[in-house]
T-cell receptor, first 114, second 114 residues
Framework: DSGVTQTPKHLITATGQRVTLRCSPR?????VYWYQQSLDQGLQFLIQ???????AKGNILERFSAQQFPDLHSELNLSSLELGDSALYFC?????????????FGPGTRLTVL | QQQVKQSPQSLIVQKGGISIINCAYE??????FPWYQQFPGKGPALLIA?????SEKKEGRFTISFNKSAKQFSLHIMDSQPGDSATYFC?????????????FGTGTRLKVLA
């Protein structure tokens, strides 16, 4: 158990809908990262927040947004969902601002868009 | 665009054998190269990592070999065990002016036969 929690575990929704994925980092960790894992694309880095501020941005679509709250939990919002958004979404956390920090991954949220 | 190419896509090794997974990168500005191990139904977990000023790093049965001039790095698993059966991801991280870029390979599914 990495200490990172993600909810929900599974999510099934329809195209065009909006969903919110939640992540609670390990106690004391200041950075939260979001990743998308699909069969054909592997693991794709989406975005990183450090102590409430955006720190790094990857291949995150404009339909997706994230934020980190004062209690350091983070939410990833996915809107106007398409079939291709079906994937596993992982959250990870680390103790500092990123880079060479060890990232601890949560168990993931499996999103299915029908 | 994929900046880290990982091969092979899948690998079957006999118990006690050596598993070798290769990654090649395009951007010479990367400055940290971690490897992650992912078991089915779990999030990735950091296995071992190397900086580009080191040619080899060994931790137990796991070794990273790094060839800076060829822009390649590889993971060697010695005395492979059935418990090593998992998906392995290489990654490359670049730090630029306080922000970061995280690029992952597409993964290698390793199966170690008993």
């Amino acid at each position: 158990d990495s200490g990172v929690t993600q909810t929900p575990k599974h999510l099934i929704t329809a195209t065009g809908q909006r969903v919110t994925l939640r992540c609670s980092p390990r106690s004391g960790d200041l950075s939260v990262y979001w990743y998308q894992q699909s069969l054909d694309q592997g693991l794709q880095f989406l975005i990183q927040y450090y102590n409430g501020e955006e720190r790094a941005k990857g291949n995150i679509l404009e339909r997706f947004s994230a934020q980190q709250f004062p209690d350091l939990h983070s939410e990833l919002n996915l809107s106007s969902l398409e079939l291709g958004d079906s994937a596993l979404y992982f959250c990870a956390s680390s103790s500092s601002s990123g880079g060479t920090d060890t990232q601890y991954f949560g168990p993931g949220t499996r999103l299915t868009v029908l | 665009q994929q900046q880290v190419k990982q091969s092979p896509q899948s690998l079957i090794v006999q118990k006690g054998g050596i598993s070798i997974i290769n990654c090649a990168y395009e951007n010479t500005a990367f400055d940290y190269f971690p490897w992650y191990q992912q078991f089915p139904g779990k999030g990735p977990a950091l296995l071992i990592a190397i900086r580009p000023d080191v040619s080899e790093k060994k931790e137990g049965r796991f070794t990273i070999s790094f060839n800076k001039s060829a822009k390649q790095f590889s993971l060697h698993i010695m005395d492979s065990q059935p418990g090593d059966s998992a998906t392995y991801f290489c990654a490359a991280i670049r730090s630029t002016s306080g922000t970061y870029k995280y690029i992952f390979g597409t993964g290698t599914r390793l199966k170690v036969l008993a």
